[in-house]
């Protein structure tokens, strides 16, 4: 049974985007198949993607997904 | 603006028109006026934002995921509304043993439609200020 505890998944989109040239948001849009909005959405927060475009960001910035996600909450004991 | 927020803008736009137009007339028509709701045909004109392009992504995860939601939303309302104007208003207006006017079944699909259309449109712009905060 999850607690009551808050769980949060934070993004470095916007660090990872500045480490590959400055890379703009409509740059990575293309490239991972979503529009601007969605990464304006994801750098702010406001949006958790679904693992299939999690790992096609990790993909696009050429790391693994945890360095692009991390996750703050529940673990399971 | 994304191509939903368009959509939605436009059918708000499409929906104030016939208010508009029906309520502007009925002093000068009375219930003949209800013929203004015909303006809600051009909502059918809102797929016209979706048009594919090559090489253009109109629509993502999280579009779709607005889009079902805000949907979903509008016609659950609808779906309580109908439900107690169907079964409470009618018998209250219109009595156990009455009958509903034809003209009022009409009427009624037209505010029905008004209805869906603008709890779904403002559903979405509700969601893409602010909401729409996960993938679920």
Do not use: C, H
């Amino acid at each position: 049974m999850p607690s009551e505890k808050q769980e949060t998944l934070t993004n470095r989109i916007r660090r990872l985007r500045f480490d590959n040239g400055e890379m703009t948001q409509q740059a990575l849009a293309e490239r991972v198949g979503v529009t601007r909005q969605t990464i304006i959405a994801l750098e702010a927060g406001k949006y958790v993607p679904s693992l299939l475009l999690a790992f096609r960001l990790a993909a696009a910035f050429r790391v693994r997904v945890e360095e692009v996600f991390q996750y703050d909450g529940n673990s399971p004991s | 603006m994304s191509r939903m927020q368009k959509f939605a803008w436009f059918n708000l736009a499409v929906i104030a028109l016939a208010l508009l137009v029906v309520f502007s007339l009925v002093p000068l028509l009375g219930f003949k006026a209800m013929g203004g709701f015909g303006f809600l045909g051009l909502l059918g004109f809102g797929p016209a934002f979706f048009r594919t392009k090559p090489g253009q992504v109109l629509m993502d995860e999280r579009d779709l995921l607005i889009q079902a939601r805000s949907w979903v939303f509008a016609y659950a309302v609808f779906w309580v509304i109908f439900v107690l104007a169907a079964v409470v208003l009618s018998a209250l207006v219109y009595g156990q043993d009455g009958s509903v006017p034809v003209t009022i079944v009409q009427i009624s699909t037209f505010w029905a439609v008004t209805l869906v259309y603008a709890l779904a449109s403002i559903a979405i712009l509700v969601q893409y200020a602010g909401g729409a905060s996960d993938a679920k």
